[in-house]
C-alpha cells in the first residue's frame, strides 16, 4: 500500500515524540512493504513565530491534501496571556474543523508492567480495557453566541453549548460500530438532569442503540461517570459524550494507564474517496516545554498514535498490532522513560524508539 502522511510536530516535544513516531511508521512500512509519503508542516506556536498564525493556510492544504494527519502537541507559555483566537491551540481547533474529524477516540488500557505506575490501587486498575469516544466539532467549543462584552466589573463571558440530532447521531453510531468489535457495550454520558442538549444526546443514542440489538446501552450522568472512572474503571466498554465531557474525562483516562504520556488518540471523520478515512492522530498530552529539547518525553503515546493510524485510516489491522505489541514488550523490558518509574536509569525518547522498532522485527 502506498499513502501520504503530513506530520505536525508543533511545540515543545512535540518534535521529539512525533519524530519517534515517524521512525516507527517507516520501520513497519519497511517490514511490511508499503510506502508512506510523509511531508510536515506548522501548527501551533512554531506557526505563530513563522507565518503570524497558528493554522497556516500552506497547512490546511497540506491536510487536505494528506491520506492522515500525525501531530506532535501545541503551545507554549510565551502565548499563555494572549486572547484564545490568537493562541497556538486555536490551530488545533482550526484543523479539526478543516478536516471536519467528529469523534476522538481514546483508547485507555491498563498493561501489567505500569500497574504500579496507577496511583489508583493494581486491583481496580489491572484488566481496564476502553475506549472514550469524544465528539469533537459540536457542542460549547464551538457554538455561538461567545465572547467577552463589557468592562471591568460589568464584564460577562458568554458560551454556548449547542448540538444537532445529526451531530448526536453519527458519533455516538461510530461507537455503537466500535462496540461490535469488542466487548459490545455502550456507555453514554450525558447531564441530562439538567442541560436540554443532553436530553437530546440521551434520546439520539436510544434511537441509535434500536439498530444495534446486539450492543448493550446504559446511561451514566457525567459527574457519575467521572467518580465510576476511579471507582470501577473495568467496567467500560466503549464510553461516549459531548466535547466537553471528552475533554476531561479522557485526561482522567491518563490516571488509569500510569502516565498521560502513555494515550495516544484518533480523530476520525468521513471516508474519503480512495477508500481512507480521514484522520488525525496525536498523544493527549501537551507540549511539556519545561522537559523539551532534553530526550526526555515519553515517546510511546505517539507511537501508539501511529498503530491507531494503521488500524482506522488504512485498515492495516496486522501493522497496527505489531506496533501495539512491541510497546508491550518495550514496557515489559523496563527500557522506558522517567515518568513511567523505571527501577533503573530512564531511557531517552530515541532510546524507546529505537526499542519499539528493534521490537516490531
Given amino acids: 500500500m502506498e499513502f501520504s502522511v503530513l506530520s505536525l510536530p508543533g511545540d515543545g516535544i512535540g518534535v521529539e515524540v512525533a519524530g519517534e513516531a515517524i521512525r516507527v511508521l517507516n520501520h513497519v512500512c519497511r517490514k511490511f512493504n ?45 502565548f499563555d ?4 483566537e490568537k493562541r497556538p491551540e486555536r490551530g488545533l481547533l482550526g484543523i479539526r474543523k478543516t478536516m471536519g474529524v467528529y469523534a476522538n477516540l481514546r483508547p485507555v488500557r491498563s498493561y501489567p508492567a505500569l500497574l504500579d505506575s496507577s496511583p489508583l490501587k493494581n486491583h481496580l486498575v489491572d484488566g481496564v480495557d476502553m475506549i472514550i469516544v469524544r ?11 461567545r465572547g467577552i462584552t463589557g468592562e471591568g466589573a460589568a464584564s460577562r ?7 444537532s440530532w445529526a451531530e448526536i447521531d453519527r458519533v455516538t453510531r461510530m461507537s455503537f460500530e466500535l462496540a461490535r468489535n469488542r466487548r459490545r457495550k455502550v456507555t453514554s454520558v450525558d447531564k441530562s438532569n439538567v442541560l436540554e442538549t443532553s436530553q437530546l444526546w440521551r434520546r439520539v443514542a436510544v434511537e441509535v442503540a434500536k439498530d444495534y440489538p ?15 472512572l476511579v471507582l470501577n474503571p473495568k467496567q467500560f466498554d466503549i464510553v461516549v459524550m459531548e466535547n466537553m465531557f471528552g475533554d476531561i474525562l479522557s485526561d482522567e483516562g491518563a490516571v488509569l494507564a500510569g502516565s498521560i504520556g502513555m494515550l495516544p488518540s484518533a480523530s476520525i471523520g468521513a471516508r474519503k474517496p480512495n477508500g481512507f478515512w480521514v484522520g488525525l492522530y496525536e498523544p493527549v498530552h501537551g507540549s511539556a516545554p519545561d522537559i523539551a529539547g532534553q530526550n526526555k518525553a515519553n515517546p510511546l503515546g505517539a507511537i501508539g498514535s501511529v498503530a491507531a493510524m494503521l488500524e482506522y485510516s488504512f485498515g492495516l489491522k496486522e501493522e ?6 512491541a510497546v508491550e514488550a518495550v514496557l515489559n523490558s523496563g527500557q522506558v522513560t522517567a515518568d513511567l518509574r523505571p527501577k533503573g536509569t530512564p531511557a531517552t525518547t530515541t532510546q524507546v524508539g529505537e526499542a519499539v522498532c528493534e521490537a516490531i522485527g
Avoid at 42 to 54: K, M, R, S
Avoid at 135 to 145: K, Q, R, V, W
Avoid at 320 to 325: D, E, T
Wanted: glycine residues 12%; aromatic residues 6%.
Fill in 34 to 78: 508499503h510506502k508512506a509519503n510523509i511531508t510536515e508542516g506548522l501548527l501551533g506556536g512554531i506557526a505563530i513565530h513563522t507565518t503570524g498564525g497558528p493554522f497556516p493556510a500552506e497547512t490546511e492544504r497540506l491536510c487536505l491534501e494528506a491520506d492522515a494527519t500525525l501531530m506532535g502537541a501545541v503551545g507554549l507559555p510565551e
Fill in 81 to 84: 496571556n494572549w486572547p484564545p
Fill in 135 to 145: 465528539e469533537l466539532t459540536g457542542g460549547i467549543y464551538y457554538g455561538t453566541p
Fill in 157 to 163: 463571558g458568554t458560551n454556548t453549548m449547542t448540538y
Fill in 214 to 228: 446486539d450492543v448493550e446501552l446504559n446511561h451514566l450522568l457525567v459527574d457519575n461517570c467521572a467518580m465510576q
Fill in 320 to 325: 497496527a498490532a505489531a506496533v501495539n505489541s
